[in-house]
Structures are given as C-alpha cells and as structure tokens.
C-alpha cells in the first residue's frame, strides 16, 4: 500500500473541506495527519500534504496559513531534511519551488538566520530556497541578506559556496547595482592571498552572470587592480553626450542665425549704397544739360572716381559672400561629423542589445537543462520509492509464507 493510499480518508477530507471553504477544519486534520516532526515518516507524510494542496483551489492558501503558525516549521523542517540523503533533500525543496517564487515572504523571516546554522546541509537548502524566491516575481535587495549570503564563498564546504554563487548570481539579474556594490567592496576587503584569490575568481565570475545581461563591465578591482565603470556611469556619459552635442547642434544654429542676419545687413547695406549711387547718377544727369564745358570737365573726373568706389564696394560685398561660404561649409562639415557620431552611438547599442540576448538565449537553454535534470531527478526518486515498496512487499509475503510453513510444521508433526 502506497503512502497515499494509506492516507486516503484524510487527504479525501481535506478536500472536501476546501471546497466547501472550511479552512479552520482542513487545518485542524492536517495538523493531526503531520503529528510530531521528529517522527521518522513526519516529512513523508509533509510531501503528501503539499503534493495535494498545491493542485487544489485554495490548497495555496491553506499552505500559506500552516505556515504562518508554525504548524509547518521551515527551521525544523529544514534542519530534518539535513539529516536525509542529499537525493531526498532536493526533491523536498523542489517541491517547494512554487510556493517560494510566488510566497517568499513566508520563507524570508527565516533565510538569514539558517544561512547561520552550524550544519551544512541546513545552510544550503536555505541557499536552494533563496535561489527559488530570486526566480519569483519579489525582488530580493535586503542588504543584511545580501552580505550574509557573500560570506558563505568563504564557507568550509564547497558544495555551500557553490549555492552562494548561484543565488547571487539569481538575486543579482534583479539587483544587479545591489550585488555589485556589496561583492566589489568585499572584493576590496579581501587580502591578496592564495585562498583569497579563488574567492575573489567566484566573485568575478558572479558578476559576469548577471552583469552582461544588464549591459554593464566588469568594474571589480582583483589582483591587477582594474576598475571598469559600471552601466549607470556608461548611461550618464551617453547621456552627458548627447547634451554636449544638443549644445552644439545649438551654438551651430546660433552662428547659422547670426551668418544670415549680418548676411541681410550686408545685403541692407549694399542696397542703400546703389540707391545712393542711382540718386547720384540722377543728379548728375539732372545737372549735365546745364554743365559748361568747364562743368564737363569737372563731371568727367567725378565719373572716373566714381567707378573706383563702386568696384571697391562690390569687392568687398564679393569676399564677405565668399567668407559666408567657407563659414556654411564648415557648418554641415560639423553636422555630418556629429551625424557620424550619433550613428557610431547606435551601432554600439545594437551591438550590446544583441550581446544581451545573446545571453539571455543561453540562459533559457541553462533552465531547460535543469527542469530536464530536475524530471530525471524526480523520475529517479518515484523508481526507488516504487523499488522500496516492492521490496518490502516481496518482505511481507516471504515472512507470510514462513509463518505458514511454521503452522503447518506445527499441524503436523514429523
């Protein structure tokens, strides 16, 4: 007889009482299915209550509240599961991958003090835990939180830096500025020594896992003592650039605007001296019926002067206009430069956006891998719980045969 069979009243009861929403009844009979957490079948018969109330409508809500008082302790829980073969540890905390990512603020109380606990394996199933809330809708940036689980890259058993790393880098695509600043100044922290050297390799490698997604360098000062500027100051100079050359896209149409006026003046100026010269040339020939010959000689040098003056002028006119040209071409010359500059500014932002997607394409690939990892894992246990069943019933029945084998021996006698 399977587990759930053997509980079928009672997990049958339950949800007749969810449906009819009695929620204060459901939590009553599974306070008296789950009994004592020191028993030795107690996390059997916790797996059988969540399996259930996670299908059901409602079944959530039920979880939430025996949680909430303690009828499910996560540090008992936790510290339990720690003494189960590390098989039956992550299937346990995968079955709690839901209610993590969509109710972490149950687990959230508890995080930071089990990242404390004197025993290993209760330090990584708290680090399993937060990976899972990092993947949920909450976003994870409590600092205390943050720096207590850097800490565990120094811890003494590798299998629990391994999970520090791999939940900073889940709390990291959220936080990235967060992660950043609190790994860098540990990085910083950190004496240059052989041991401390691998550390400072994990934190680099962090950052890079989720940094690149966010479109940010590396800006973590290590051995070689580099420091790159991270996304924010990248967009601030984007857009310090982009202001500069507002400016002086401005100050271009300022000149252009200043070029034309005294254009016009020059133009107002050329105008007023050839209706001078016109009115002059009217006077004279007003005048000339009346000149003597004197007069005539005298009109005679006018003219030759006035010829002069007038080539002088139109000279001049003639240059200011050349100069005007040589000012307009330098001006478009500058247009297409910052034009080209502009377009050098959006092709490096194609680049990055296609480089993040890049990443992201592979980090999907990495989730399928698990979720394929994490069925095989699941598939692995059902065989051996199925194994387990068959050969405690192979057990039973050899023992029935034994005993009658013995009534009979018993019946009849040599």
Do not use: W
């Not at 310090?240 to 003046?265: C, G, S, V």
């Not at 246990?381 to 009658?404: P, S």
Request: proline share 2%; glycine share 2%.
């Amino acid at each position: 007889m399977s587990n759930n069979e053997k509980y079928l009243t009672e997990i049958n009861q339950i949800k007749d009482f969810i449906q009819d929403g009695r929620f204060d009844d459901v939590v009553q009979v599974i306070a008296l299915l789950l009994g004592d957490a020191a028993d030795e079948d107690y996390l059997d018969r916790l797996e059988i209550v969540i399996e259930n109330l996670l299908i059901l409508h409602g079944g959530r809500t039920v979880l939430r509240f025996l949680i909430e008082n303690i009828i499910i302790d996560i540090p008992s829980l936790l510290e339990n599961l720690s003494t189960k073969d590390s098989v039956l540890r992550y299937t346990f905390l995968l079955l709690l991958k839901t209610i993590c990512e969509n109710e972490c603020d149950l687990f959230l109380p508890f995080s930071e003090n089990l990242l404390n606990s004197d025993d290993p394996n209760v330090r990584e199933a708290d680090l399993q835990l937060l990976i899972y809330m990092a993947g949920g809708e909450t976003t994870l940036d409590d600092e205390s939180l943050i720096k207590t689980i850097a800490l565990k890259l120094t811890d003494e058993k590798d299998f629990v830096v391994e999970k520090a790393i791999q939940a900073l880098k889940a709390i990291g695509r959220k936080s990235p500025s967060k992660v950043t600043k609190i790994l860098t100044d540990y990085a910083k922290e950190i004496v240059n020594t052989p041991e401390n050297k691998e550390i400072k390799k994990n934190i680099d490698n962090i950052l890079k896992g989720f940094m690149t997604v966010e479109k940010i360098e590396e800006i973590v000062e290590f051995t070689e003592e580099k420091k790159e500027r991270s996304l924010e100051e990248e967009e601030a100079e984007v857009i310090d650039k982009e202001i500069e050359l507002k400016k002086k896209e401005l100050e271009i149409k300022k000149k252009k605007l200043e070029l034309e006026e005294k254009e016009k003046q020059i133009e107002e100026k050329t105008i007023k001296e050839k209706e001078k010269v016109l009115k002059l040339k009217e006077e004279l020939l007003e005048e000339e019926s009346k000149l003597s010959e004197e007069d005539i000689d005298i009109d005679k040098k006018v003219k030759k002067k006035l010829p002069k003056k007038l080539k002088k002028e139109e000279s001049e006119i003639i240059d200011k206009k050349i100069e005007l040209k040589i000012k307009d071409l330098e001006i478009k010359k500058k247009k297409l430069e910052i034009e080209e500059k502009e377009k050098e500014l959006e092709e490096k932002e194609i680049l990055e956006k296609e480089k993040t997607l890049k990443i992201k394409e592979e980090l999907i690939e990495k989730e399928k891998e698990l979720s394929k990892v994490e069925l095989e894992l699941k598939e692995k246990i059902i065989k051996e719980k199925e194994q387990k069943i068959l050969e405690e019933e192979a057990k039973h029945v050899e023992e029935k045969l034994k005993e009658i084998k013995k009534k009979e021996e018993e019946q009849n006698p040599p």
